[in-house]
T-cell receptor
Protein backbone atom coordinates (compact mmCIF):
# COMPACT_ATOMS: atom_id res chain seq x y z
CA UNK A 1 0.00 0.00 0.00
CA UNK A 2 1.41 3.37 -1.01
CA UNK A 3 0.65 6.70 0.62
CA UNK A 4 -0.46 9.97 -0.94
CA UNK A 5 2.16 11.46 -3.23
CA UNK A 6 2.35 14.92 -4.77
CA UNK A 7 4.43 16.42 -7.54
CA UNK A 8 6.37 18.51 -7.95
CA UNK A 9 7.81 19.11 -4.50
CA UNK A 10 8.24 22.78 -5.17
CA UNK A 11 8.19 25.19 -8.08
CA UNK A 12 8.53 28.84 -8.90
CA UNK A 13 6.23 30.64 -11.31
CA UNK A 14 5.77 34.18 -12.50
CA UNK A 15 2.65 36.23 -11.91
CA UNK A 16 0.11 35.66 -14.69
CA UNK A 17 1.35 32.17 -15.53
CA UNK A 18 -0.57 28.93 -15.14
CA UNK A 19 0.41 25.95 -13.00
CA UNK A 20 -0.66 22.32 -12.64
CA UNK A 21 -0.09 20.36 -9.45
CA UNK A 22 -0.56 16.62 -9.23
CA UNK A 23 -1.69 14.22 -6.55
CA UNK A 24 -1.76 10.44 -6.48
CA UNK A 25 -4.21 9.11 -3.96
CA UNK A 26 -3.48 6.33 -1.52
CA UNK A 27 -4.20 2.86 -2.81
CA UNK A 28 -7.89 2.05 -2.47
CA UNK A 29 -9.01 5.66 -2.09
CA UNK A 30 -11.49 7.26 -4.50
CA UNK A 31 -11.66 10.82 -3.16
CA UNK A 32 -9.16 13.66 -3.27
CA UNK A 33 -9.40 16.97 -1.43
CA UNK A 34 -7.15 19.96 -2.06
CA UNK A 35 -6.09 22.54 0.52
CA UNK A 36 -4.05 25.73 0.33
CA UNK A 37 -1.80 26.56 3.27
CA UNK A 38 -0.37 30.06 3.25
CA UNK A 39 2.62 30.83 5.45
CA UNK A 40 1.61 30.96 9.11
CA UNK A 41 -1.94 29.80 8.40
CA UNK A 42 -3.83 26.57 8.63
CA UNK A 43 -4.86 24.64 5.54
CA UNK A 44 -7.83 26.13 3.69
CA UNK A 45 -10.19 23.89 1.71
CA UNK A 46 -10.17 24.47 -2.05
CA UNK A 47 -12.33 21.63 -3.37
CA UNK A 48 -12.93 17.90 -3.31
CA UNK A 49 -13.24 15.38 -6.12
CA UNK A 50 -15.19 12.19 -5.72
CA UNK A 51 -15.50 9.68 -8.56
CA UNK A 52 -14.24 12.27 -11.05
CA UNK A 53 -16.82 14.92 -10.09
CA UNK A 54 -16.33 18.04 -7.97
CA UNK A 55 -18.01 17.47 -4.60
CA UNK A 56 -17.81 20.69 -2.63
CA UNK A 57 -15.77 23.84 -3.10
CA UNK A 58 -14.32 26.41 -0.74
CA UNK A 59 -14.10 30.15 -1.18
CA UNK A 60 -11.71 30.17 -4.13
CA UNK A 61 -12.16 31.89 -7.50
CA UNK A 62 -12.87 29.94 -10.70
CA UNK A 63 -9.25 30.25 -11.82
CA UNK A 64 -8.66 27.40 -9.36
CA UNK A 65 -9.88 24.28 -11.10
CA UNK A 66 -9.32 20.58 -10.82
CA UNK A 67 -9.65 17.20 -12.39
CA UNK A 68 -9.85 13.67 -11.16
CA UNK A 69 -8.90 10.77 -13.38
CA UNK A 70 -10.30 7.21 -13.56
CA UNK A 71 -7.42 5.98 -11.41
CA UNK A 72 -8.48 8.60 -8.82
CA UNK A 73 -5.36 10.69 -9.14
CA UNK A 74 -6.03 14.40 -9.35
CA UNK A 75 -4.75 17.69 -10.70
CA UNK A 76 -5.10 21.20 -9.36
CA UNK A 77 -4.83 23.93 -11.98
CA UNK A 78 -4.39 27.59 -11.19
CA UNK A 79 -4.62 30.17 -13.97
CA UNK A 80 -3.47 33.79 -13.97
CA UNK A 81 -1.25 33.30 -10.95
CA UNK A 82 -1.15 36.04 -8.36
CA UNK A 83 1.47 36.73 -5.71
CA UNK A 84 -1.00 35.65 -3.00
CA UNK A 85 -1.19 32.20 -4.55
CA UNK A 86 2.23 31.50 -3.06
CA UNK A 87 1.56 28.72 -0.57
CA UNK A 88 1.88 25.05 0.26
CA UNK A 89 -0.74 23.04 -1.59
CA UNK A 90 -1.85 19.87 0.14
CA UNK A 91 -3.94 17.06 -1.16
CA UNK A 92 -5.64 14.46 0.97
CA UNK A 93 -7.20 11.22 -0.14
CA UNK A 94 -9.90 9.09 1.42
CA UNK A 95 -12.37 6.34 0.68
CA UNK A 96 -15.65 8.19 0.28
CA UNK A 97 -16.28 11.85 0.95
CA UNK A 98 -16.00 11.76 4.70
CA UNK A 99 -13.11 13.61 6.32
CA UNK A 100 -12.65 10.95 9.00
CA UNK A 101 -10.09 8.92 7.14
CA UNK A 102 -8.28 11.57 5.11
CA UNK A 103 -4.58 11.03 4.57
CA UNK A 104 -2.49 14.00 3.57
CA UNK A 105 0.33 14.20 1.08
CA UNK A 106 3.60 16.04 1.70
CA UNK A 107 2.50 19.09 -0.27
CA UNK A 108 3.76 21.16 -3.17
CA UNK A 109 5.28 24.51 -2.34
CA UNK A 110 4.42 27.10 -4.97
CA UNK A 111 6.21 30.43 -5.10
CA UNK A 112 4.85 33.15 -7.37
CA UNK A 113 7.20 36.01 -8.18
CA UNK B 1 -19.91 30.04 8.46
CA UNK B 2 -17.72 28.00 10.75
CA UNK B 3 -14.50 29.27 12.26
CA UNK B 4 -11.72 27.75 14.38
CA UNK B 5 -9.52 29.87 16.62
CA UNK B 6 -6.24 28.85 18.16
CA UNK B 7 -5.12 31.85 20.20
CA UNK B 8 -1.51 30.81 20.77
CA UNK B 9 1.01 30.67 17.94
CA UNK B 10 3.65 29.19 20.23
CA UNK B 11 3.44 27.29 23.48
CA UNK B 12 6.68 26.47 25.24
CA UNK B 13 6.68 24.04 28.18
CA UNK B 14 9.23 22.05 30.11
CA UNK B 15 9.45 18.29 29.81
CA UNK B 16 7.11 16.71 32.34
CA UNK B 17 4.90 19.77 32.62
CA UNK B 18 1.20 19.67 31.70
CA UNK B 19 0.18 20.83 28.26
CA UNK B 20 -3.02 22.51 27.14
CA UNK B 21 -3.44 23.68 23.57
CA UNK B 22 -6.48 25.88 23.22
CA UNK B 23 -9.08 25.63 20.47
CA UNK B 24 -12.34 27.53 20.22
CA UNK B 25 -14.84 27.26 17.43
CA UNK B 26 -17.90 29.02 16.13
CA UNK B 27 -20.65 27.07 14.44
CA UNK B 28 -24.36 27.17 15.09
CA UNK B 29 -24.95 23.45 14.57
CA UNK B 30 -23.30 20.31 15.93
CA UNK B 31 -19.71 20.23 14.74
CA UNK B 32 -17.24 17.41 14.78
CA UNK B 33 -13.81 18.38 16.01
CA UNK B 34 -10.36 17.03 15.30
CA UNK B 35 -6.77 17.62 16.27
CA UNK B 36 -4.11 17.21 13.59
CA UNK B 37 -0.36 17.18 14.22
CA UNK B 38 2.61 17.84 12.00
CA UNK B 39 6.01 16.73 13.26
CA UNK B 40 9.15 18.21 11.77
CA UNK B 41 9.65 17.10 8.16
CA UNK B 42 6.53 14.92 8.26
CA UNK B 43 3.12 15.29 6.72
CA UNK B 44 -0.03 16.41 8.45
CA UNK B 45 -1.70 13.55 10.28
CA UNK B 46 -4.76 13.00 12.40
CA UNK B 47 -4.07 12.89 16.14
CA UNK B 48 -7.55 12.42 17.52
CA UNK B 49 -11.21 13.20 16.96
CA UNK B 50 -13.79 14.01 19.57
CA UNK B 51 -16.31 11.45 18.36
CA UNK B 52 -13.93 8.63 19.25
CA UNK B 53 -13.34 9.91 22.78
CA UNK B 54 -9.91 8.33 22.67
CA UNK B 55 -6.50 9.08 24.11
CA UNK B 56 -3.65 9.08 21.61
CA UNK B 57 -0.02 9.39 22.72
CA UNK B 58 -1.33 10.54 26.09
CA UNK B 59 -3.35 13.39 24.58
CA UNK B 60 -7.05 13.87 25.23
CA UNK B 61 -9.56 16.49 24.16
CA UNK B 62 -13.08 17.07 25.36
CA UNK B 63 -15.70 18.90 23.37
CA UNK B 64 -17.33 21.59 25.52
CA UNK B 65 -20.36 22.81 23.63
CA UNK B 66 -21.19 25.43 26.26
CA UNK B 67 -17.81 27.10 25.87
CA UNK B 68 -17.47 26.05 22.21
CA UNK B 69 -14.02 24.70 22.97
CA UNK B 70 -12.00 21.59 22.18
CA UNK B 71 -8.76 22.02 24.08
CA UNK B 72 -6.01 19.42 23.73
CA UNK B 73 -4.42 18.25 26.95
CA UNK B 74 -1.60 16.05 28.12
CA UNK B 75 -0.56 15.69 31.75
CA UNK B 76 3.18 15.28 31.17
CA UNK B 77 4.86 16.71 28.08
CA UNK B 78 7.55 14.72 26.29
CA UNK B 79 10.25 16.01 23.96
CA UNK B 80 8.73 14.05 21.07
CA UNK B 81 5.51 16.04 21.46
CA UNK B 82 7.22 19.07 19.93
CA UNK B 83 5.29 19.74 16.74
CA UNK B 84 2.70 21.94 15.06
CA UNK B 85 -0.85 21.24 16.20
CA UNK B 86 -3.97 22.19 14.26
CA UNK B 87 -7.52 22.09 15.49
CA UNK B 88 -10.09 21.40 12.77
CA UNK B 89 -13.85 21.24 12.41
CA UNK B 90 -16.31 19.63 10.06
CA UNK B 91 -20.04 19.97 10.00
CA UNK B 92 -20.72 16.28 9.52
CA UNK B 93 -22.46 16.42 6.19
CA UNK B 94 -19.72 18.56 4.71
CA UNK B 95 -16.77 17.09 2.93
CA UNK B 96 -14.25 19.61 4.14
CA UNK B 97 -12.23 20.48 7.20
CA UNK B 98 -11.94 24.01 8.54
CA UNK B 99 -8.58 24.45 10.26
CA UNK B 100 -7.30 26.88 12.84
CA UNK B 101 -4.02 28.70 12.34
CA UNK B 102 -2.10 26.20 14.45
CA UNK B 103 -0.04 26.25 17.64
CA UNK B 104 3.59 25.27 17.75
CA UNK B 105 4.34 23.23 20.86
CA UNK B 106 7.93 23.36 22.01
CA UNK B 107 8.95 21.00 24.80
CA UNK B 108 12.27 21.84 26.39
CA UNK B 109 14.43 20.04 28.93
Amino acid sequence: ETGVTQSPTHLIKTRGQQVTLRCSSQSGHNTVSWYQQALGQGPQFIFQYYREEENGRGNFPPRFSGLQFPNYSSELNVNALELDDSALYLCASSWGTSVYEQYFGPGTRLTVT
Amino acid sequence: AQRVTQPEKLLSVFKGAPVELKCNYSYSGSPELFWYVQYSRQRLQLLLRHISRESIKGFTADLNKGETSFHLKKPFAQEEDSAMYYCALTTGTASKLTFGTGTRLQVTL
